[in-house]
């Protein structure tokens, strides 16, 4: 099954700094062992969310702000594209990613098409 795995960095949950120092080489780290048990297919890590633009169609015309779609104070900060066997291994794989202590993952199954 595969699973869209979005990592979000809470403000809220203070990073002592040298979590912040090793928090690159932890996160190299499990992608590198993602990546090689054949679990991680894609990701990367996205500009800060104040570069968003959103765009949505109105009365045929584009209409365009930038910004995140959430006020929320939790924003998406990368993607991970996952095949796991099951949602089980989708919630292991994403309870070993770093920032799962200093934030949230959200697992969205893929649909079929």
């Known amino acids: 099954m595969r699973v869209m795995m ?3 960095r809470d403000p809220a949950i203070e990073m002592r700094p ?10 190299s780290a499990w992608v590198e062992e993602m990546a ?7 990701g990367a890590v996205f500009e ?3 570069l ?6 109105r009365d045929g015309k584009p209409q ?10 939790e924003q998406v900060t ?5 095949e796991c066997t099951d949602l089980d291994q989708a919630i292991d794989v994403a309870a070993r990613h770093p ?5 949230s993952i959200e697992l969205r199954p893929l649909a079929a098409m």
């Open 6 to 8: 979005f990592v979000r």
């Open 18 to 27: 040298e979590d912040r120092e090793g928090m690159p080489d932890q996160v």
């Open 36 to 42: 090689q048990r054949g679990i991680r297919l894609h």
């Open 48 to 50: 800060p969310a104040d």
């Open 52 to 57: 968003a633009r959103i765009v949505r169609l």
């Open 64 to 73: 365009v702000a930038s910004g995140k779609v959430s006020d929320g104070t």
């Open 78 to 82: 990368g993607y991970n594209l996952l």
């Open 99 to 103: 920032i799962a202590q200093f934030g």
